[in-house]
């Protein structure tokens, strides 16, 4: 016995690491295919795909492995059968040519261990978050349960052993329905108590769950633990009679046992109720059989714990009601900030948090005519001006050489250049203008000649001098006559004469529009270079 310890111990280190690294495809890189992959073998029951038949139900189901090629979908099944969650069939193929043997031989199905771990997976992926309610109705069902078991089995003649099997085996459902439900809703509690976030309607909702749904469950396991202890008492001498006579009636799988050469052998997982250690688990559950608490003392101490959570809540609540807030989500957001930014955003983000900017220590004295006080903050005191030296460098001192002279002759030389070309235009436009004289209605003017003869009218009605109308004029002396309306441009050699006149109108044509002038005469003459010469003049209405 001593001799095959150390081998038994390393047989059983062996078979624990082949059931582990039977959940290593999900986390592996690629684990999104491999659960896609797992459930379409768990979607048949003895499931013997080949890998064109794994394709065209990943096609169906739209999943990330929708897209996997044949090769690329045959490493993955590789990977699975050596990881324990997929075996290689057995089945015997029957080809009619090399190449569909060669397509056919690679059949897979899904092991027990596999199909376990990938049931418990989706049971987490879909769930894991959920409050789960507590089935405490159950516990009643296993109260009386007990009890008429109790009953049968100490009447004379005991149960039958049919009789006898439906109720152990409805009996352990409905104690682990409850058993299972119990430690979910007090692992969702826990995490919610756990938080020291929570604003006032989160507080109300939870304060509602402990005060009226725990205390609920608690009162009824309570209530009824007594009695289902009593009833194991006096069923507990007829267990192991009642566990024998339902063996003989049914054995189930127990008959499997090594056969020929010892080489077969099977291991059994009976159904709950049908070994001693199931019953003595429902027992431990209700009653302190090994000194360490039973599973409704635990109960009881779990909800005193998250009452005292809930007070810590309440007291907080209180304090932040006064002043004393909790900073605590906004400084969870803050760190989530950091984890997630790059190097110089974190720094950019401490800075912006708490204000911790580099310490720069600079002798500048303020404006002798300023007087600050002492109690002065320097967010709210006057700012002081820093030279562009000391404030980049932290010197006073010049640093390098004189700068030269900048050299703006090219920008010089652009600039006439651009003179030339505006004052070539404008000598155009006057051209074009005398040219024009006297036929105004009949020529279209361009927009720099019309432009500029705008500019010279305006000169001319701004220099205009107004006379009142008199009887000897022939007038009824009413209304202003124009005297002296003028303008001239010396550079360009124009000059425009401006003439009120009764019913006379003007209208000149362009390329960005037509100009009516009513009751005015426009002249255009060309000024001489010498001055006894005068003015040519030309004038249109």
Known sequence: MKASAPGAAQDTGDDTRRRLDA????????????????????????????????????????????????????????QLVRWGNLLRSSHTVKASSISEYQRSRARYQLSKLGERIQRDADGVLAEADAAREVSNELLALVERGLRELAELVAAPGSIEPQDGLERVSTLFVQFSEFADSIRDFYAYLGQVLARYDLDSAEYQGFKELLLDYVEAIT????????????????????????????????????????????????RVQRSRGRELADWEGLRGWFSDTDGQGSQVDQLRDATLRALQSLLA????MLRSATGEMS?????????????EAAPQDAHDIAVAAFGLYGARHLGIPPATDEVVPAHTSWWTGP????????????????????????????????????ARERAAARAAAADELRSAS??????????????LLLELLATALGNAQLH???????????????????????????????????????????ADGDLLLDDLELGVGRISANPADGAAEVSVS
């Open 468 to 510: 009142r109308r008199t009887v000897a004029d022939g007038a009824d002396g009413t209304g202003f006559d124009l005297k002296q309306a003028h303008s001239e441009d010396v550079e360009l050699g124009i000059r425009l004469t401006v003439r009120r006149a009764e019913g006379a109108r003007c209208t000149l044509h362009s």
């Open 383 to 418: 700012v002081v001006e820093v030279p562009v030296a000391l404030r980049e460098r932290g010197s006073r001192a010049q640093r390098g050489r004189t700068a030269a002279v900048e050299d703006h002759s090219a920008q010089k030389r652009r600039l006439r250049e651009e």
């Open 313 to 316: 809540n309440a007291k907080r």
């Open 219 to 266: 009162e009824d396991v309570a209530f009824r633990a007594p009695r289902i202890s009593a009833a194991l008492d006096t069923l507990w001498p007829h267990v192991p009679g009642l566990l024998a006579r339902l063996d003989a009636h049914a054995q189930g799988l127990t008959g499997l046992s090594p056969q020929g050469d010892g080489r077969l052998e099977a």
């Open 327 to 339: 900073r605590r989500k906004d400084l969870l957001r803050l760190a989530r900030w950091f984890n």
């Open 23 to 78: 959940y290593s495809y999900l986390s592996a890189p690629e684990r999104l295919e491999h659960v896609a992959i797992m459930r379409v073998f768990c979607g048949t029951l003895l499931a013997d795909l080949s890998v064109s038949e794994v394709m065209a139900k990943l096609h169906r189901t739209g999943t990330p492995a929708a897209g996997l090629d044949a090769d690329t979908l045959t490493v993955r099944l590789e």
């Open 438 to 451: 006297g036929r105004f209605a009949e020529v279209r003017l361009t927009s720099a000649a019309l432009g």
